[in-house]
């Protein structure tokens, strides 16, 4: 290259956004390895110093190092997971193992550590005064080296080197894996017929979906990155229902054919098990879950465990009475046998039509996207915050499709930059995230900019884009995780954001969830696309009331993923099964979650939650979070609501304080006391609410993918 390269300094543009226009792929090795070269440095320099550690120059300067280096791997995790080509692959595959090895050169630096260590002594006698956030901070640092191997002998942590190196191949490799088989599973239906139940402009969609893709007929049915797929409500065909969940469940096992390109996972998944559970032990912890759990606020799988099969018994219970209800929908259309997976979502569809009267066919026409935009999820954001969104067309964009908004103070202040990138293609890999660009910290004077991702499907040329519940849901949930970034107020980036415990970074999400349905959002923007009558206060109600229907079905798939993650991170060393599958339906049967019409959430060869993102041994932890998001919005509901003295309280003891202090502390400053489980409860429609209102939100909705970077980011 002659051209110099853009990511080797700091970007010229508004609050140092990523310039997309100037970066191309030649920019990327070179940039990682001149990154991974100047920290080394820097590091270096650090543990060579000989005076007393003092926090400005043992951790402060820490926290200071590496700044080119996250610049480039900020910039290209967020190609990586919504605009990726082959070429990125390419490097992803390669760099992987690289900066798995450049992280244990850091870690496992023994100069480091003695600083870190007499600096920690220091304090404890009183030589050096911190303040909460730097005390916190320090500790953060002691304990990541601890539980990279710092006190290991020579030979543990070259294991672990070896181990770790191998464990960031395996996961860029599923990854992948997952990417492709996002891009070419799609069921084809050879006949319009076979679509009957769906609406004409999701056909021409489907339609319009096998063009693009060089089919001269048929129509293209994607699949969506879990077990169930939305389609399987409508379509009425009961032979290409079963091909459709046969294709999304037999996903990453080798040659269906229609569930992708032949990938099988399935060795990957074995793999990273036995790599995790021997990294476990080398550090001195009975199973990878014991190891991932230590710093959440679970602090055990066994707490976990035991908060999730305290459920199983009410939950089965209630799916099973649901499950008698879909049994006489089948025979009312003839069918005999048992109710199949294929099977639940249409009967459960008719159910809900005919007891609340609501089919999505009525609600969509009233959620038309850019309405949800503006008169739902930014008219909360102002609100409960004051802050507005505006949009700004002179920034780069890594595609067209990508908005950028300043985000704006109520005092005309600019806080940070927004980015919003809304629908499914083919080099964006499924679910919908969050990651942050620029990470906020003052002592880098660094403001936030933020990235939402989703994967709404695009509808067909000159339609508009109508979404569903679960969509608008989606679109609070992500902007959560947003504010959890653009609010963060603290000195140190470590400290900053989403960098908080994996059980405790979905409640302000999962929390912005229930505005979506609350009565006075709604009649802001459910509004007809075409009339802009607001949606009858009827159908409103009826909506709320059927919030609380199949919540069985739904709490059940999500429990099943959650203890199918504990179970493969609490095996011990020789414990990992040859058979995957086998252990899967084992693992299912032993917790009673087993019902053969209610699959995971996801399933083990497409799980990529836990085999590819930061949550391994950490599912549960939108249920864990629910519970405080739930009692927090009950909280919120009796000081009045929608007020900018309850969105003030949550920023300024939540959302602007990252890790910055306790996290379970930042709580109860917020709400006063500790969470309870009545109002999960009753989100859940699992009981009656206080006030014997509807629930806002029945089901949790866990990210349908991680982040990229800092959050969950369904």
Not at 29 to 58: H, K
């Amino acid at each position: 290259m002659t051209d110099p390269n853009p990511l080797l300094v700091p970007s010229s543009l508004p609050f140092g956004a990523p310039d997309f226009g100037a970066v191309r792929e030649e920019h990327f090795l070179p940039a990682f390895a001149e990154g991974m070269r100047l920290q080394r440095e820097e590091m270096a320099a650090i543990g060579a110093d000989a005076s007393p550690p003092t926090f400005e120059t043992t951790v402060a300067a820490m926290e200071r190092s590496g700044r080119t280096l996250d610049r480039v791997q900020r910039t290209f995790a967020a190609l990586t997971s919504a605009h990726t080509t082959p070429g990125l692959q390419d490097i992803e595959t390669a760099m992987a193992p690289r900066l798995a090895a450049h992280a244990d050169d850091i870690l496992l630096d023994p100069a480091l550590f003695r600083r870190l260590e007499a600096l920690g002594g220091r304090v404890e006698q009183e030589e050096v005064t911190l303040t909460e956030e730097e005390t916190r901070l320090l500790e953060h640092h002691r304990t990541t080296f601890v539980r990279a191997g710092a006190r290991l002998d020579a030979a543990g942590q070259a294991r672990v080197r070896v181990i770790n190196e191998e464990l960031s191949t395996l996961s860029t490799r599923f990854r992948q894996a997952l990417l492709e088989m996002t891009q070419a599973g799609a069921v084809v239906a050879e006949d319009a017929s076979l679509l009957d139940g769906l609406s004409e402009a999701e056909i021409r969609g489907a339609r319009e979906e096998a063009r693009t893709r060089g089919l001269e007929q048929g129509w293209r049915i994607p699949l969506t990155n879990t077990t169930r797929q939305p389609r399987l409500s409508s379509l009425r065909d009961r032979a290409f229902r079963r091909r459709l969940w046969t294709a999304s469940a037999g996903r990453g096992q080798g040659g269906a054919a229609e569930s992708g390109p032949g990938v099988d996972t399935r060795p990957l998944v074995r793999r990273i098990a036995e790599l995790r559970v021997e990294r476990a032990r080398l550090l001195g912890y009975p199973s990878w879950a014991a190891y991932a759990l230590e710093r959440e606020m679970a602090a055990s799988p066994e707490a976990a465990l035991a908060m999730l099969t305290e459920l199983v018994p009410a939950v089965r219970a209630r799916t099973e009475a649901e499950q008698a209800q879909i049994v006489a929908e089948m025979r009312r259309d003839g069918l005999e046998g048992p109710v199949e997976p294929w099977d639940w979502e249409y009967y459960a569809e008719r159910v809900r039509r005919e007891r609340y009267a609501v089919d999505d066919r009525d609600v969509r026409p009233f959620l038309e996207l850019e309405r949800v935009l503006r008169d739902g999820v930014f008219f909360v954001m102002n609100r409960l915050f004051g802050i507005s969104f505006r949009r700004r067309h002179d920034l780069p964009v890594y595609h067209p499709d990508v908005r950028v908004y300043d985000v704006v103070e109520a005092d005309g202040r600019t806080l940070g930059l927004f980015y919003l990138d809304l629908f499914a293609r083919d080099a964006k890999r499924g679910g919908a995230w969050m990651s942050t660009f620029v990470i906020q910290a003052r002592l880098l004077e660094q403001a936030p900019v933020i990235v939402n991702v989703l994967n709404i499907p695009r509808p067909a040329e000159g339609e508009p884009t109508l979404l569903t519940l679960d969509e608008v849901t989606t679109l609070f949930h992500e902007m959560g995780h947003a504010l959890h970034g653009l609010f963060s107020d603290v000195v140190h980036p470590t400290m900053a954001g989403t960098t908080v415990a994996r059980d405790f970074v979905e409640f302000p999400s999962t929390f912005q969830e229930d505005w979506a349905t609350e009565p006075e959002v709604l009649a802001s923007y459910a509004r007809h696309h075409e009339t802009g009558a607001p949606i009858p206060p009827d159908l409103m109600e009826r909506i709320l009331a059927a919030r609380a229907f199949n919540q069985g079905y739904e709490t059940l798939e999500y429990l099943a993923a959650a203890l199918l993650d504990l179970a493969w991170h609490m095996l011990e060393p020789g414990g990992v099964p040859d058979d995957v599958m086998a252990f899967e339906a084992e693992t299912l049967a032993r917790f009673g979650v087993d019902l053969p019409a209610v699959p995971p959430r996801y399933r083990s060869p497409f799980f990529s939650h836990i085999f590819a993102g930061g949550y391994s041994a950490r599912y549960y932890a939108y249920l864990w979070s629910e519970v405080l998001a739930a009692d927090a919005f009950a909280f919120v509901r009796e000081r009045g609501g929608l007020t900018r003295e309850n969105g003030d309280r949550l920023r300024g003891e939540v959302l602007s304080r990252g890790n910055s202090r306790n996290t379970m502390g930042s709580y109860r400053a917020f709400r006063g006391s500790d969470p309870g489980v009545d109002a999960l409860l009753a989100r859940r429609g699992l009981a009656p609410a206080p006030d014997g209102s509807a629930p806002a939100r029945s089901a949790p909705t866990p990210e349908a993918s991680p982040p990229a970077a800092d959050a969950p980011g369904p």
